[in-house]
């Protein structure tokens, strides 16, 4: 068992509309957990992290956290075309050291 | 100027050949990190250094070594390079002590023919 699992999609929203993206995980000592952006052929960059239950917001972004039920989320308000990527859950668990363990993505389309 | 670089950015090699890949950073971070990733199977931890003299094997190391040849360079090298580690590499760095965001290098391209 992948110890975080993400729905490969392709996730498809309208322009407008809020994106979820949906992340869950199976080490319970996990501490911290990021959403990256990946673009084709590109590099991740972090979006946002989180480490208390709960939601976290960054602009259109909302980060939550949910350890009883060993999930978190991403919403992406007010999606554009430019959110067009495959976002990657990573959490950093007990498992390795501390290195973060990534999740194989959701890829999203926002539709114009 | 970018923070994690690597180079090469892109690699032709044959089947046999030994190849290194270097990543470089100037964010003063302790840990550096490699991975790989090929289409639908994310990202794969191939080794992880925590400092100059803490390396540790991470998921998929077979096939690789690395170097950390000071704080601010971390190598991978393929001692005998086959097809199926062409994949995209990419290098990381994070700075312990605090939530241990991770910022990632361009990447490098392999192709083994």
């Known amino acids: 068992q992948k110890e975080v699992e993400q729905n490969s999609g392709p996730l498809s929203v309208p322009e407008g509309a809020i994106a979820s993206l949906n992340c869950t995980y199976s080490?319970?000592?996990?501490?911290?957990f990021f959403w990256y952006r990946q673009y084709s052929g590109k590099s991740p960059e972090l979006i946002m992290f989180i480490y208390s239950n709960g939601d976290k917001e960054d602009g259109r972004f909302t980060a939550q956290l949910n350890k009883a039920s060993q999930y978190v989320s991403l919403l992406i308000r007010d999606s554009q075309p430019s959110d067009s990527a495959t976002y990657l859950c990573?959490?950093?668990?007990?498992?390795?050291?501390?290195?973060?363990?990534f999740g194989k993505g959701t890829s999203l389309l926002v539709t114009p | 100027d970018a923070d994690v670089t690597q180079t090469p950015r892109n690699r032709i090699t044959k089947t046999g050949k030994r190849i290194m890949l270097e990543c470089s950073q100037t964010k003063g971070h302790d840990r550096m990190y490699w991975y790989r990733q090929d289409p639908g199977l994310g990202l794969q931890l191939i080794y992880y250094s925590f400092d100059v003299k803490d390396i540790n094997k991470g998921e998929i190391s077979d096939g690789y070594s690395v170097s950390r040849q000071a704080q601010a360079k971390f190598s991978l090298s393929l001692e005998s390079a086959i097809p199926n580690q062409t994949a995209l590499y990419f290098c990381?760095?994070?700075?312990?002590?605090?939530?241990?965001?991770?910022?990632f290098g361009p990447g490098t391209r392999l192709l083994v023919l």
């Open positions: 990381a760095t994070s700075e312990s002590g605090g939530q241990e965001t991770q910022y």
């Open positions: 080490d319970r000592g996990s501490q911290s």
């Open positions: 990573a959490v950093k668990g007990r498992n390795s050291g501390y290195a973060l363990n």
